[in-house]
């Protein structure tokens, strides 16, 4: 597969996976299931279909009785689970990070952040920089996580709040402190503290 063939197939794995969430219709879930199955040949795309959470959509469909469709689904949902089961947790938060949606899943932590902050010096701090272009996303769970996480790194890292800010991501969380979901205005400020602050353990036990 070429570089094009794989970005267009990861755009319409994403729209597929959107499809299955919100229609909820069986013809459309049929057709995006056996398309899901004829791409589970590929690393990159399963690890796209993790990221975007289509283990977690699997557990919410309505029993079926299209043989095929239940086949499909099965087929799909444990080559999903053992492709999830060789991962280490930093690849697990690489994989949901470089989809693109954000989910509220548990490498969203104080514990990972503090374990694994080194490893994003890794090319250039691609995922933090990923992180600050999701800044822009529509989609209000990644906006949330999205400042949870750069709050987290400007927290743990050495350098955390000078990349960060030099990333230009300390003047998108400013502009989001007043968006008019309370979680993610919430999670902008607490970022914005961590990113202004030294010593945040002596703040908040203070």
């Keep these: 597969m070429s570089d094009a063939e794989e970005k267009s197939s990861q755009g319409l794995i994403k729209n597929m996976v959107a499809s299955v969430k919100q229609v909820q219709r069986e013809k459309v ?38 043989k095929e469709l239940k086949e499909n689904i099965t087929k799909v949902g444990e080559s999903l689970k053992t492709f999830l089961g060789h991962l280490s947790t930093f690849e697990k938060y690489t994989t949901e990070v470089m989809s693109g949606q954000l989910q509220r899943s548990a490498v969203h932590n104080e514990d990972f952040w503090r ?30 996580m999205a400042c949870y996480d750069l709050g987290e ?6 350098d955390g709040r000078v990349i960060v800010t030099r990333m230009g991501g300390k003047g998108k969380v400013m502009k989001l402190m007043v968006h008019r979901t309370e979680a993610i205005a919430k999670q902008a400020l607490l970022c914005i503290q961590k990113l202004m602050v030294t010593n945040w353990e002596f703040l908040t036990k203070s």
């Design 29 to 66: 879930i049929r057709i995006c299931f056996a398309a899901f199955r004829n791409m589970l040949n590929n690393e990159d795309l399963k690890a796209r279909m993790v990221g975007l959470g289509l283990l977690d959509v699997i557990k919410t469909l309505n029993q079926t009785d299209d």
């Design 115 to 144: 374990k694994n902050n080194a490893m994003f010096e890794h090319a250039s701090y691609k995922h933090i920089r990923k992180l600050v272009e999701l800044l822009d996303s529509k989609d209000p769970l990644t906006l949330e």
């Design 153 to 158: 790194f400007a927290r743990f890292h050495p």
